[in-house]
């Protein structure tokens, strides 16, 4: 976001841009969730983890046709040589849960269990066979986090969490939760550290969006070693560094050398 006082004219053109977007991405999952339904049941959880990941690779072209939002992906180490992990994001916008889904798939993600009530929705959110916990009851939370992620690691998927908790704006932080931490040490399974800065481009809860290179660094897997807040202290000293890999603005749209 270079700067956030906008013109009129500023607002009116990035807010039209940010319509168009907004307009192709929920006609787009009206006509695409129907056909998961349909299909995804007669598929593998691998396959139907790829035609949900079809539908995010969509969207991440069309926010670059709408909004000029480009992706820029920086990998510190090679995913094909290294067995499913937990990949552990720092969380400033609604971008990391569609895009991370292309860059670690098959892969369980951590949904509050209400959201699997809704009809059609919640539905397609079963197929996935997500990470379910019910905020309602925080004492079992915790226990049915640990229960239902044990059980997608050792199904060898890739376990995406968000550590914050919640979306934090650019510059800001926010304390962690060590619930990722408590896993990885339970199933000595390797954290993989992501840092973006897509809030820059697409601030969180704000519908107008801005063209720019939205950098992302994904990190060595870090060795579970020590108690979870051992672990949790060195994710965040490595967090710190990578974020010298993220832009501190919104750039002016360029071809990146990893885009998606």
């Known amino acids: 976001m270079k700067n956030n006082k906008l013109s009129f004219l500023q607002i009116l053109f990035y807010g039209t841009r940010s319509f168009l977007f907004y307009a192709g991405y929920n006609i787009s999952a009206i006509i695409y969730a129907p056909i998961v339904l349909a299909i995804g049941p007669l598929l593998s959880?691998?396959?139907?983890s790829w035609l949900?990941?079809?539908?995010?690779?969509?969207?991440?072209?069309?926010?670059?046709?709408?909004?000029?939002?480009?992706v820029q992906t920086?990998?510190?180490?090679?995913?094909?040589?290294?067995?499913?992990?937990?990949?552990?994001?720092?969380?400033?916008?609604?971008?990391?849960?569609?895009?991370?889904?292309?860059?670690?798939?098959?892969?369980?993600?951590?949904?509050?269990k209400e959201l699997l009530n809704i009809p059609f929705f919640g539905w397609g959110l079963r197929l996935m066979e997500p990470i379910t916990i019910d905020r309602k009851k925080p004492r079992l939370a915790?226990?049915?986090?640990?229960?239902q992620g044990t059980?997608?690691?050792?199904?060898?998927?890739?376990?995406?969490?968000?550590p914050e908790?919640?979306?934090?704006?650019?510059?800001e932080t926010a304390p962690l939760n060590i619930g990722g931490f408590k896993l990885a040490a339970n199933t000595n399974t390797p954290v993989v550290?992501?840092?973006?800065?897509?809030?820059?481009?697409?601030p969180p809860r704000k519908f107008i969006k801005f063209p720019g290179v939205i950098k992302c660094t994904v990190g060595r897997p870090l060795q579970p070693e020590g108690l979870p807040r051992d672990i949790m202290q060195n994710y965040e000293k490595v967090m710190g560094a990578m974020s010298g890999y993220?832009?501190?603005e919104a750039e002016t749209p360029k071809e990146s050398t990893n885009s998606q």
Request: aromatic share 14%; charged share 20%.
């Open 45 to 48: 959880f691998e396959k139907r």
């Open 74 to 112: 920086e990998y510190l180490v090679d995913l094909k040589s290294i067995k499913p992990c937990i990949v552990l994001s720092n969380h400033q916008s609604s971008w990391e849960a569609l895009f991370l889904q292309l860059l670690f798939n098959p892969s369980a993600t951590v949904l509050k």
């Open 193 to 202: 550290p992501v840092y973006h800065n897509a809030g820059e481009c697409w």
């Open 142 to 147: 915790g226990k049915a986090f640990l229960e």
């Open 151 to 162: 059980q997608a690691v050792n199904k060898g998927r890739w376990i995406v969490l968000f």
């Open 165 to 171: 908790g919640t979306r934090v704006a650019p510059g």
């Open 246 to 248: 993220g832009a501190t």
């Open 52 to 70: 949900v990941s079809r539908w995010c690779w969509f969207i991440m072209k069309w926010l670059r046709i709408t909004c000029g939002i480009s």
